[in-house]
């Protein structure tokens, strides 16, 4: 049993900034922008350690020298704690969570595919039939729990809960419910009681991102049917619009730059979008839009004025976007895969693509510039990789693996 003194060392640990931290979907900023990340990467990488941890493309996160996961073990969803240095497992806790995934997605897996978050000393996991679990980050126990079945219909969208929660302002905020029945929901993230709900749409697998603009903070995301922003204090419709993909698959993070925000979805492209609000109303209107290139799954990153992704067309491409115009300054080879997460540190974007290749790559609008090139598991990697300041973690579809450029 841990004691007191201890806890409360680790604590404090979890609640520093640490300059490896990445404590939820897409970085401290959830937006992809790695501030820590080797200075020169080698032709080869060091395997440190790699360890089995179970099914699942949640991405790792990383507080205070811990590493945290959500993944699927016979039949159950298991949350744990691993040490960065060790690869050892510090706490690992788990509950029944039995999912048969949609036909259409058999090959992606019962999941999870939602990656959690740690604040406040806690950790927040979303299964894939939309079990809201609130852990003690240094103990593993149980805070509360939610699994929304006196609530809805369907407790997750047809492909199962994909969008990853995030934490801001003392809230909680998932996207609840199955199809065309759920609500964007506040939760008081110590005590898990609701602050708001918004039931305008059901739950897409897109990620919310807080914003500000007006002066109003706004929770911005892609909905079933709709790109939606409410206000973060009570959870009011604010701007709507109408958004949808073949099979209702609306996937990408918004991408905040400037006072805009970028948006994509299953081929349609790319647009620029500014939200205003003029007598107490608020009105988005589209600055730009790009047909070149679309996003279906992965999410962009900028680097200055630039826009860096990996779009669907042609079997797979990445790309780079003039933000200042939406025009395309450069498309790289096609038929590179069905996906890859996309990060920019400085002037390298990481790329991770389903098929485990990792590529380092100058972030430049000349054209698509490889340093890199880097085989990094056994199996599909569509979990982001954890960036760290002398390599990376990577997750595939069942171990997990630290791999050094030192």
Not at 32 to 53: D, Y
Not at 110 to 117: I, L, N, W
Request: charged letters at 20%.
């Amino acid at each position: 049993m841990i004691s007191r003194a201890s806890k409360f060392i680790l604590v404090l640990a979890l609640n520093a900034a640490w300059a490896d931290d990445w404590p939820q979907w897409r970085g401290p900023g959830r937006d992809g922008v790695v501030s820590s990340a080797p200075a020169t990467w080698p032709a080869q990488l060091k395997l440190r350690w790699k360890i089995t941890v179970g099914e699942g493309h949640a991405s790792p996160i990383l507080v205070g020298g811990r590493i945290y996961l959500l993944s699927r073990q016979s039949g159950n969803e298991v949350a744990s704690s691993i040490d960065l240095e060790s690869g050892k497992t510090i706490w690992r806790q788990f509950y029944p969570a039995p999912y048969k995934m949609h036909p259409a997605a058999v090959k992606h897996g019962e999941g999870p595919k939602s990656t959690p978050v740690v604040a406040g000393g806690r950790l927040y996991t979303f299964g894939i039939s939309g079990i809201l679990t609130s852990w003690d980050a240094v103990t593993g126990a149980v805070r509360w729990r939610k699994d929304f079945s006196r609530e809805y219909r369907t407790t997750s969208p047809n492909f199962g809960t994909a969008m990853s929660p995030i934490v801001d302002r003392g809230l909680l905020i998932v996207h609840a419910g199955g199809s065309n029945d759920g609500a964007l929901t506040a939760f008081d993230a110590d005590s898990g009681a609701v602050r708001w709900r918004w039931t305008g749409d059901g739950p897409a697998y897109a990620s919310p991102v807080a914003v500000e603009f007006g002066g109003v903070r706004q929770v911005v995301t892609e909905t079933q049917s709709n790109i939606v922003s409410v206000s973060e204090a009570n959870g009011q419709l604010l701007w709507k619009i109408p958004f949808t993909t073949d099979y209702e698959q609306n996937i990408p993070t918004p991408l905040v730059y400037r006072d805009e925000l970028i948006l994509s979805g299953l081929s349609r492209g790319i647009m620029a979008v500014r939200a205003r609000e003029k007598d107490g109303k608020w009105t988005a209107e589209t600055v730009w839009q790009n047909s070149d290139v679309a996003l279906y799954m992965s999410s962009p990153v900028a680097e200055g004025d630039l826009l860096f992704g990996f779009s669907h067309y042609k079997k797979g491409q990445l790309f780079c976007v003039d933000l200042r115009t939406g025009s395309t300054k450069w498309m790289g080879e096609a038929r590179q895969g069905d996906n890859a997460a996309v990060l920019i540190s400085g002037d390298n974007l990481i790329v991770l693509k389903d098929d485990a290749e990792l590529i380092i790559a100058k972030a430049t609008d000349k054209g698509f510039e490889p340093l890199r090139h880097y085989s990094v598991a056994d199996g599909a990697t569509w979990a982001h990789p954890l960036p760290l300041h002398d390599g990376v973690i990577v997750k595939d579809v069942t171990t997990l693996a630290r791999w050094s450029a030192n």
